[in-house]
């Protein structure tokens, strides 16, 4: 059951829209930017989030336009673009490899469309930060061909996430007078888990691939596993190929503990020593991916982590960060307990900076779309 609080945008307000696999989150801010912003996150089923969307916006009054993140819709750019039914179609038919996330933001673009005939609407997409991925970070050891309708390519995913940790990176060395880092190493921790590696401003590498499923185990989902595990469960177990889709999107992970919801905080509250293993393997797998990332950059000058997990538990970020000696990573354990936002979180003596950025993906999708929004028109 999700709770009906309103929120209300004026005509000069853009709504943002923010459809997760469980939670919607949605924001209101003015374009003039002197206004104060206002913001709600549903939580329930997509049926209970369509339902709370249609009492959760009560301006009388449409708002300038509407943004919606959207997570696949296979090779596109950081460029947004103004919904039309061609953009539709593609969101719809990307859907099958994004299926936690595309239908519920199809769905909020039908019911604005209903709402607020001819308002415009932009998409804003998670995986156009990936799209100059070298061929090296881009490209499966697999035949080019299999999948003509979706091609098969590492698409990568939380590119909104990602970039705004870089630009925090980017302000704070600057702000605290040191070098701006050439080789950062992001990490977003929440319910889904991912880490990117910059070369400047560029994403050479991200553990996420062809779907969000890819890379570090997650709050619900498994992260990379054998593929010949997952042709063994289908051959020999007689699962389905929708009961293996359930499996490794929404009943594993830190979720494969008892048929839990993922959930950091019960865990790390469990005496169950399977809960402590599973603990274990997560964090080791995060430092796996840093690992990795440093044979790919050739070495490293920052690390950056955030997200829900990422920004609130401290004890999660000391089991990966303070376990990294041997890359020059020195963490403040100290400083690492009572951060909180944006802030340092190496020791004097470390030659990797390391900064706690909560990420804000509201600002990136507004900072993306307002010169289509301010411009006269609407459109590029």
Known sequence: MVTHNTLTCGGQDVLLCNAGSTTLKLQCRSVEGDAPITERVYTGSPDALLEALEHGVSSRVPPRAIVH???HAGEVTERPQALDAALLDRIVHWGVLAPLHNPLAVSLIDLFRRRWPGL???AVFDSGLYASLPDTASQYALPPSLS????VRRYGFHGLAHRSQWRQVQAASQAAGISVPERLVSIHLGGGCSLSCWQGDRVVDTSMGYTPLEGLVMATRSGSVDPGLLLHLLQHEEMSVAELGALLG???GLASLD????????LLASSDPHAQTLLALYCQQIRKGIGAAVAVLGGLDAISIGGGVGEHQPDIRERVLGELPAFGVQLDRER???????SRLHGHDSAVALWLTPVNEFDEMFRQCEPLITRPGGRE
Do not use: A, T
Not at 259 to 266: A, L
Not at 336 to 342: A, D, K, M, P, V
């Open 69 to 71: 993140r959207i997570v």
């Open 259 to 266: 048929g839990g919801n993922g959930d950091v905080r019960r």
């Open 148 to 151: 003509p309708r979706w091609p």
């Open 336 to 342: 690492n307990r009572e951060s909180n936002g944006l």
């Open 120 to 122: 415009p609407q932009y």
């Open 250 to 252: 929404s009943q594993s």
